[in-house]
C-alpha cells in the first residue's frame, strides 16, 4: 500500500457525506450542496466548462428551489466554469474572497500554470486549460472580511476560513457541530496530476493542492495546518473522494509537515 493511501472505510458516499451535504462528481472534479434546517440551499463551486445543464439537472432532480447563493473556494477554471449560467438561470448571486475577485471579474488572469510540478499527464496538459479571467459580471459578490458566519441565509452554522496557497483567495468552509468541512483545492484525497487517480475512480490517497496550479506552497502547507487543527470529521474536497474518520486530522497534520519541509508535495503524503 502506498505510503499516501486511505482506507477505504474512511470513504463516504457523494450523495450522503454529512446532514444536509450532498455532492455531484464531474470528471475530475467535485461540487457540493449544503441544504439549510429551512429547506433552502446553497451550491459550492461550479464545475467544469459545459456542466452546467448537468449540474442543473442534478438540483432540479434533489431541490425544489434554487439555490440561495453559489459559494466558490476559488476561482480556477474546474470551480466556476458554471457559475454564470448557473446564477442567471437560478437569479442568485455568486460569492467568493475579496482576494479571488480580480481573477472572476475580468481584471486579471492566474500566472501560468507548473506544467512539470508533481508529473502525471494532469499536469502535463495544464498549459492548455483556462486560467482566465474569467467575467462572472454584476451576480459577483464579495465574501464579508470577517471569517463569521458565511451568512445567516446561505450557510447558517457554517464559517469560512481562509485558506491561501492554491490561490491567493481561496477559502474552505467549516461546520463546527459536526466537524464538516468542505476544503475546495486546500488539499485532495486523489493525486490531481495523475490522470487515473483523478479522472478515474481510484482508492483514496491524501495529497496536497494541485501541483500545477499552486502558487504558493509555504501558504498551502500552513492552510493545510489550520485546517488539521479544526480536528475535522467529515472532509468533502474538491477532488477525490469524501471521507470520514477520527484519523483524518491527523493526516492532514502530518501532509502539512511534509509540504512545509519539502516544498511541495511530491508523493509522499501522509
Known sequence: MAQNSIPESYVVPMDQIADGV????????????????????????????????????WAENNFRVPPTAILLTHGHFDHVSAARELADKWNTHIYAHPQELPYLNGEREYPAPDFGAGGGFMSLLSPLYPKGPVQLGERLRPLPMEETAVSRRALPGWVYLHTPGHTPGHVSFFRPSDRMLIAGDAFCTTKPESFFDAAIM????LHGPPAYFTQDWGAASRSIQRLAELDPLVVAPGHGKPLSAEGVAGRLRRLAEQLAAGGRDTDRAA
Request: glycine share 10%; hydrophobic share 40%.
Open 22 to 57: 450532498t455532492g455531484l462528481r464531474l470528471g475530475f472534479v467535485n461540487v457540493f450542496a449544503v441544504t439549510n434546517p429551512d429547506g433552502s440551499w446553497t451550491l459550492i463551486d461550479a464545475g467544469l466548462p459545459l456542466s452546467a445543464s448537468y449540474i442543473k439537472n
Open 202 to 205: 481510484q482508492p483514496p490517497e
